[in-house]
């Protein structure tokens, strides 16, 4: 099972957060299964995925305890730009 976030450059506290949330919402319907799935964060950016990856970060080391793989796909730059530009338009 894989959650997606496609998310640019490094999160704010409330997104790191919402990317905690979704990991809890695999780890939730794993358990109702019969047979136990992989659990997949699949983040788009490297800086995104640091707080998520970093040894010293308990948020890293709590996916790492309950088998939550990490997987960082790059976008292709194209994408990545039109990303940055809509995320520049949410700012708030």
Request: overall charge positive.
């Amino acid at each position: 099972m894989v959650e997606a976030w496609a998310h640019q450059g490094p999160p704010k506290v409330a997104q790191k957060h919402k990317v905690l949330a979704d990991a809890l919402k695999l780890l939730h319907v794993a358990a109702g299964l019969p047979v136990a799935p992989r659990l997949v964060l699949c983040l788009c950016d490297s800086e995104a995925a640091y707080h998520f990856t970093a040894a010293r970060s308990w948020a890293a080391h709590a996916l790492r305890t309950f088998a939550i793989d990490i997987a960082v796909v790059e976008l292709p730059a194209e994408l990545k730009a039109a990303v940055r530009t809509a995320q520049q338009r949410q700012y708030r």
